[in-house]
């Protein structure tokens, strides 16, 4: 157990709806990460927060924002769902700078 | 830019057999940090080792070794004496400046029994 929680483990939805996925980090880590993985394109880097603050931001769509709150847990929204957005949605966190990344189990979404 | 680039989308050997699984880099960056995860077919995904751009020392641990070569911006990954639990998607990753840490498409490596 890496000490990351992700909340919903499946998420199956319909095209044109909007969803949250909520991460909870490991106590103490400041760092919250969120890659999306499909089979053809890997881990895909979205964007980090660092407490509180987006640090960096990597290919993520317009349609998707994330935040990360006060109480250091993280959502990622997701919204004008599209087939293509089906994937594994992961989660990490960390406790300094360029550390090792503790990974959350993920969230599949599923866009029907 | 960042770019990792694992070339070996699959590699399938027999049990017992020694295995590399090769990551090349590219970063403009002097100080950077590259790492290795593990997702078995449970799909959780797993650190492996952490390095820095100025440690070049090779490292051991039990089975598994890396060699990491500046000159050919190489972080290699090898299992020794292969086992069945050793079959995953491996992953390299880089992080520089930028903050990103940048993960390769990985290599799905199959230990054959």
């Known amino acids: 157990d890496s000490g990351v929680t992700q909340t919903p483990k499946h998420l199956i939805t319909a095209t044109g709806q909007r969803v949250t996925l909520r991460c909870s980090p490991r106590s103490g880590d400041l760092s919250v990460y969120w890659y999306q993985q499909s089979l053809d394109q890997g881990l895909q880097f979205l964007i980090q927060y660092y407490n509180g603050e987006e640090r960096a931001k990597g290919n993520i769509l317009e349609r998707f924002s994330a935040q990360q709150f006060p109480d250091l847990h993280s959502e990622l929204n997701l919204s004008s769902l599209e087939l293509g957005d089906s994937a594994l949605y992961f989660c990490?966190?960390?406790?300094?700078?360029?550390?090792?990344?503790?990974f959350g189990s993920g969230t599949q979404l599923s866009v029907l | 830019a960042q770019k990792v680039t694992q070339a070996q989308t699959e590699i399938s050997v027999v049990e017992k057999e020694d295995v590399t699984l090769d990551c090349v880099y590219e970063?403009?960056?002097?100080?950077?940090?590259l790492f290795w995860y593990k997702q078995p077919p449970s799909g959780e995904l797993v650190f492996l080792i952490r390095?820095?751009?100025?440690?070049?020392q090779n490292e051991i641990s039990g089975r598994y070794s890396w060699n990491f070569q500046k000159s050919t911006s190489s972080f290699n990954f090898t299992i020794t004496a292969s086992q069945v639990v050793d079959s995953a998607v491996y992953f390299c990753?880089?992080?520089?400046?930028?903050?990103?840490?940048?993960f390769g498409k990985g290599t799905r490596l199959h230990i054959l029994p």
């Open positions: 990490a966190s960390s406790v300094v700078d360029r550390g090792e990344l503790f």
């Open positions: 990753a880089l992080n520089d400046r930028d903050d990103k840490i940048i």
């Open positions: 390095r820095n751009s100025f440690d070049e």
């Open positions: 970063t403009r960056d002097t100080t950077y940090y």
